[in-house]
């Protein structure tokens, strides 16, 4: 079966760093997605990791490992707009790359 | 950017009736598209998956039956959900991929239903 394990909940006070953890095992892995999701809304595209490592987008980042089933999410300069749900989500290999989401950290950022 | 839209974004309709939904991918051709359920303060579920041409692959626990998946063109997926329930009240997703070796999905957004 597909497990994908985040935190439920994160606060984090305007101008710091947060990283969301996610952890997966899964059979078939192809790669990575981290979206953002504003309550109501449709989710958000921020990345997507297929190799081990650190990518850097702005104020955020993500940093996989394969090896270890395991990535986060590194947003930097937290803004109020930054309050959030983030997902992760893994692409298993297979004709239509099927996308399996976790179950999302809400995150809260306050003054 | 790619564009997906969704119609309608919000319905109510009445216990047993059927409602249909529409996916639209408006500025490419999406070989492929999913349909999500999420549920209030949960995650995106994956119901199906849809090829145009094809019929569509059901998750596990899915209805066929009452989750009805048209894939006519590449620009369009509709979602029919069949003698709807109130627990069938859900926010309904759909996401669109473009083919080859694109990656990214590219959400709609979204169409909350109220079954009452």
């Known amino acids: 079966g597909q497990n994908i394990d985040q935190p439920t909940e994160m606060t984090a006070t305007e101008g710091a760093i947060v990283q969301i953890n996610c952890t997966y095992q899964?059979?078939?892995?192809?790669?990575l997605f981290w979206y953002q999701q504003h309550a109501g809304e449709a989710p958000t595209f921020l990345s997507y990791?297929?190799?081990?490592g650190l990518e850097e987008k702005g104020r955020f980042s993500s940093f996989l490992s394969r090896s270890k089933g395991y990535s986060y999410l590194l947003l930097k300069e937290l803004q109020m707009k930054d309050s959030a749900s983030y997902l992760c989500?893994?692409?298993?290999?297979?004709?239509?790359?099927?996308?399996?989401f976790g179950t999302g950290t809400k995150l809260q950022v306050i003054p | 950017g790619a564009v997906v839209s969704q119609h309608p974004s919000w319905v109510i309709c009445k216990s047993g009736t059927s409602v249909k939904i529409e996916c639209r991918s408006l500025d490419f051709q999406a070989t492929t598209m999913f349909w999500y359920r999420q549920f209030p303060k949960q995650s995106l579920m994956l119901m199906a998956t849809?090829?145009?041409?094809?019929?569509?692959?059901?998750e596990q626990g899915v209805e066929k039956d009452k989750f009805l998946i048209n894939h006519a063109s590449l620009t369009l997926s509709t979602l029919t959900v069949t003698s709807a329930h109130p627990e069938d009240s859900s926010f309904y997703i759909c996401?669109?991929?473009?083919?080859?070796?694109?990656?990214?999905?590219?959400f709609g957004p979204g169409t909350r239903l109220t079954v009452t």
């Open positions: 899964t059979s078939g892995f192809n790669g």
């Open positions: 990791n297929v190799l081990d």
């Open positions: 996401s669109a991929r473009r083919g080859g070796n694109s990656y990214e999905q590219y």
């Open positions: 849809s090829n145009e041409g094809s019929k569509a692959t059901y």
């Open positions: 989500a893994v692409t298993l290999s297979g004709g239509y790359q099927k996308v399996t």
